[in-house]
T-cell receptor, first 107, second 113 residues
Framework: AQRVTQPEKLLSVFKGAPVELKCNYS??????LFWYVQYSRQRLQLLLR??SRESIKGFTADLNKGETSFHLKKPFAQEEDSAMYYC?????????FGKGTMLLVSP | DAGVTQSPTHLIKTRGQQVTLRCSPK?????VSWYQQALGQGPQFIFQ???????QRGNFPDRFSGHQFPNYSSELNVNALLLGDSALYLC????????????FGPGTRLLVL
């Protein structure tokens, strides 16, 4: 069975501080990993996917197959980063989501 | 392109009733997936439609059924509503290629009293 675990419900940091949102997964094959973000009163949207290996809004995530992790990182948090972040994986065509981590960036 | 659209935005039903939710996919997408998001939880996969057929199904009872039309729009039907069906129902569309990026609609919030 495939599973995504996000151990933190809430992560609170100050503006300018580094951010790391944790994500661990369980999957028997070769999954594709994603981070989705939901800003207040907006729809769920894709932030980044591991195969594209790009940085979006300063966020990066590296797939670590040995540790089965896909942590989301940003060196300097901004207030506009405050949102709900979901890690997700797909084996073929459907998504399995974690429960999400609320990131709160204070001034 | 308005992206993925869903209707209605909100709905209140009573236990035992039936409900139909609608979704129009993003232009160029032919695959539609439905998810249920309970309060404080991540979205849970219900089923996926492609070429008017259910391609995959998550761990949801038969009370949850769906349909896809020739124009790729889709409906989610829930029969014999339970209080526990209260949730945000999300529709996502994607191209038919495997692992195509899924784009989400704004959701329909269903409250069952």
């Amino acid at each position: 069975a495939q599973r995504v675990t996000q151990p933190e419900k809430l992560l609170s940091v100050f503006k300018g501080a580094p951010v790391e949102l944790k994500c661990n997964y369980s999957y028997s094959g070769s999954p594709e990993l994603f981070w989705y973000v939901q800003y207040s009163r907006q729809r769920l949207q894709l932030l980044l996917r591991h195969i594209s290996r790009e940085s979006i809004k300063g966020f990066t995530a590296d797939l670590n197959k040995g540790e089965t992790s896909f942590h989301l990182k940003k060196p300097f948090a901004q207030e506009e980063d405050s949102a709900m972040y979901y890690c997700a994986l797909t084996g073929y065509s459907t998504l399995t989501f974690g429960k999400g981590t609320m990131l709160l960036v204070s001034p | 392109d308005a992206g993925v659209t869903q209707s209605p935005t909100h709905l209140i039903k009573t236990r035992g009733q039936q409900v139909t939710l609608r979704c129009s996919p993003k232009s160029g997408h032919d695959t539609v997936s439905w998810y249920q998001q309970a309060l404080g939880q991540g979205p849970q996969f219900i089923f996926q439609y492609y070429e008017e057929e259910e391609r995959q199904r998550g761990n949801f009872p038969d009370r949850f059924s769906g349909h896809q039309f020739p124009n790729y729009s889709s409906e989610l039907n829930v029969n014999a509503l339970l209080l526990g069906d209260s949730a945000l129902y999300l529709c996502a569309s994607s191209p038919s290629s495997p692992r195509g990026t899924q784009y989400f609609g704004p959701g329909t919030r269903l409250l069952v009293l």
